[in-house]
């Protein structure tokens, strides 16, 4: 049983580059979730989908790009990587909407912008 | 908004009993519960929708007033296997997308 999986687990990105973080889930879910995790802290929301072709803002939506091409798949754009992004990104998926739905979670990717 | 938790971290010794706290400023339909271990994903614990329920999962249980916009954790009799970071996560609106907002986590740790 995979899962969510995320690639890759661990990035280190010089200030101005960019790169995408790849989420990928084998449950059939249509709802998909990107957040980030300071060190410390909580989940912030960053983009989230409810089917393949939509995608809305979450909490921090600033410097990254999304796209749902297909119901599987769910990747994280970055442009002009910046130090602030230094942190470590989740991707979650759910069968029902995320207000009544348990969220799955991928393993993570920890990013540095150095 | 950000939900509100407390208290930011609470050490128990094996055996005791704690209480998680979660608060919003806005009306909720659902509170959710994860846990997540140091260096891994947060796990699913439970979710509460409106309707003021209670429910319960071996010895952690939670109840959600939603007329105070507040949730509980309830943790009895702990166990080393309970430590880690807490967090509720709160839904204002049935089937708007999905959007699950984070609190800022509960630490717990549990000492034989």
């Known amino acids: 049983n995979a899962g969510v999986t995320q690639t890759p687990k661990f990035r280190?990105?010089?200030?101005?580059?960019s790169m995408t973080l790849q989420c990928t889930q084998d449950m059939n879910h249509n709802y998909m979730y990107w957040y980030r995790q300071d060190p410390g802290m909580g989940l912030?929301?960053?983009?989230?989908s409810?089917?393949?072709?939509?995608?809305d803002k979450g909490e921090v939506?600033?410097?990254?790009?999304?796209?749902?091409?297909?119901?599987?798949d769910f990747p994280l754009r970055l442009e002009l990587a910046a130090p602030s992004q230094t942190s470590v990104y989740f991707c979650a998926s759910s069968a029902r909407a995320g207000e009544v739905g348990e969220l799955f979670f991928g393993e993570g990717s920890r990013l540095t912008v150095l | 908004q950000q939900p509100v938790q407390?208290?930011?971290?609470?050490?128990?010794?094996?055996?005791?009993?704690?209480?998680?706290?979660?608060?919003?400023?806005?009306?909720?339909?659902s509170v959710h519960w994860y846990?997540?271990?140091?260096?891994?994903?947060?796990?699913?614990?439970?979710?509460?929708?409106?309707?003021g329920e209670q429910k319960g999962h071996d010895k952690i249980s939670a109840s959600f007033n939603e007329k105070k916009q507040q949730s509980s954790l309830y943790l009895t009799a702990s166990?080393?296997?309970y430590s880690g970071t807490y967090f509720c996560g709160t839904g204002s609106d049935y089937n708007q997308g999905g959007k699950l907002i984070f609190g800022q986590g509960t630490e717990l740790s549990v000492k034989p």
């Open chain 1, 44 to 48: 912030k929301l960053i983009y989230y």
């Open chain 2, 6 to 29: 407390s208290p930011q971290a609470v050490i128990l010794r094996e055996g005791e009993d704690a209480v998680i706290n979660c608060s919003s400023s806005k009306a909720l339909y």
């Open chain 2, 35 to 51: 846990r997540q271990k140091h260096g891994e994903a947060p796990i699913f614990l439970m979710i509460l929708l409106k309707g």
């Open chain 2, 79 to 81: 166990q080393l296997s």
């Open chain 1, 12 to 17: 280190i990105l010089k200030i101005g580059q």
């Open chain 1, 61 to 72: 939506p600033n410097g990254y790009n999304v796209s749902r091409s297909t119901t599987e």
């Open chain 1, 50 to 55: 409810v089917g393949a072709g939509i995608t």
